[in-house]
């Protein structure tokens, strides 16, 4: 199995733009994590869901996020005008269940300039 | 605050030393769960020790889990400079989610 797969890797992109990013969990999991990592926050959960359901949005930092599962093999999460302060490592993870060992992806490092 | 937090949030040791790593957490849990995260990766599942065990092996890395003081730690015996990374805990903040510490950040110097 080639893993969680995230796209892009990297993003550098300036601050009023749309950004979308892309996740291809393992492959019979049925969690998708969205975490967002940085210096000062550390790391959060931004989004989960359960069988391609969001069961958890507390995380998302506000309206300007927005995350989809369409399907059991892809997730986006979209931010929507970008800020600076949205710069961080954008990590999807995937599980067979909320509670158990999570597999991480490689994730996306985000700029906005 | 955050469910786990990890002590201390740094480490320093030579390599061949072992390395202990601490977490405490507020609620009760289901399990709790050891990450690593070397430098611009992603997390890597290490441990999972569930709240009716004690302790737990694997390869060099030793879990233990008290429930009573809500604490869990991390022992890593004779340390390599690979073993260089950020070890983060997890646990279940009874809202059927994982909720991750800040890390220690563990060096090991050759």
């Known amino acids: 199995d080639a893993g969680v797969i995230q796209s892009p890797r990297h993003e550098v992109t300036e601050m009023g733009q749309e950004v979308t990013l892309r996740c291809k969990p393992i492959?019979?999991?049925?969690?998708l994590f969205w975490y967002r990592q940085t210096m000062m926050r550390g790391l959060e959960l931004l989004i989960y869901f359960n069988n391609n359901v969001p069961i958890d949005d507390s995380g998302m930092p506000e309206d300007r996020f927005s995350a989809k599962m369409p399907n059991a093999s892809f997730s986006t999460l979209k931010i929507q005008p970008s800020e600076p302060r949205d710069s961080a490592v954008y990590f999807c993870?995937?599980?067979?269940?909320?509670?158990?060992?999570?597999?991480f992806g490689p994730g996306t490092r985000l700029t906005v300039l | 605050s955050q469910q786990g937090e990890e002590d201390p949030q740094a480490l320093s040791i030579q390599e061949g030393e072992n390395a202990t790593m601490n977490c405490s957490y507020k609620?009760?849990?289901?399990?709790l769960q050891w990450y690593r995260q070397n430098s611009g990766r992603g997390l890597v599942h290490l441990i999972l020790?569930?709240?009716?065990?004690r302790e737990k092996h694997s390869g060099r890395l030793r879990v233990t889990l008290d429930t009573s003081k809500k604490s869990s730690s991390l022992l890593i015996t004779a340390s390599r400079a690979a073993d260089t990374a950020s070890y983060f805990c997890?646990?279940?903040?009874?809202?059927?989610?994982?909720?991750f510490g800040q890390g220690t950040r563990l060096t090991i110097n050759p």
């Open positions: 609620t009760s849990i289901n399990n």
């Open positions: 020790i569930r709240s009716n065990e």
């Open positions: 492959s019979g999991h049925n969690s």
């Open positions: 993870a995937s599980s067979l269940g909320a509670l158990l060992e999570q597999f």
């Open positions: 997890a646990t279940d903040d009874g809202a059927q989610k994982l909720v």
